[in-house]
């Protein structure tokens, strides 16, 4: 494994959809929501070198879990969410000569987010805001042969501009369509080279990402509902500044992170809960 490739993840989407939909739905005004649920992602990340050739692409499928609360209180509403996942995915990429190499990435993905938002149309059909996030990306490239691996672990921050339409709305069924632009702070990854080099961490280039999903929810009880919200996300990140790299204090090169990006797909199922 080329101590210059280093990989890190942005997903900058929020998952606070059905949340915020379902409370217009399921709860009466300042009630609070709790929910919890279950979700697949399908990852896909790509890295690029200066002349636009891809050097890696990482594919597969993460499972999670979600929880969170949310509450609205008069035209506005606030909720917040926890998002954990983990898994394997498929490496394809090269060596530092070149060669060809695949292997398997051990991650562990997990997020928070918070928004608020308001409704700015009398039939509460359209909503706008702001929201917070910060990721986390814990990930293990393995080794293979004489070929090392790499532990790397992305952290970054967030502020998003919010948006949801109702499309459907009744007492029993509603669908929405949710919106969300989000802007990376401060980006960033660490590497561990499990004792070749010492640990680096490299600043990375901040790039606008995106998510569009489509919540539709069914009550199922008093003050409940279940949601099903499948959704897509782009997403990526600037290549960072070529850093000197040590062993031990003594220089012994360079590294520097690719650009990268993402194309992810996901689906949650939720159970939702007014108290």
Known sequence: MSERRVLAVLVGASLLGPLAQAADAVGAEDALDLHLGASVLRFDFREYADSGEQLVRELGVLPGVLGGVGQTIGRWRWSTELSYYAGSV???????????????????????RARALRLLDPEGRFAAGLGLGY????????????????????????????????????????????????WPLRPQVKINFGGMFDTRTLLLGPRLAGRVSVP????????????????????????????????????????????????????????????
């Open 135 to 182: 990721r986390q990306w814990q990930r293990q490239i393995r080794g293979r042969g004489k070929v090392s691996g790499l532990d790397e672990r992305f952290v970054a921050g967030d502020v998003s501009a919010e948006a949801r339409l109702s499309v459907l709305r009744s007492e029993a069924t509603t669908v929405d369509i949710d919106l969300q632009a989000a």
């Open 216 to 275: 539709a929810s069914w009550a199922t009880g008093p003050g409940s509902r279940l949601i099903v919200e499948p959704g897509f996300e782009a997403w990526g990140f600037g290549r960072s500044s070529t850093e000197p790299l040590y062993r031990q204090g003594v220089p012994a090169g360079v590294v520097y992170q690719p650009q990268g990006k993402g194309y992810d797909l996901d689906v949650k199922l939720v159970w939702v809960q007014s108290f």
């Open 90 to 112: 498929q490496y394809d990429g090269q060596t530092q000569s070149g060669a060809t190499f695949d292997t398997k990435t051990d991650a562990t993905l997990t997020k928070i």
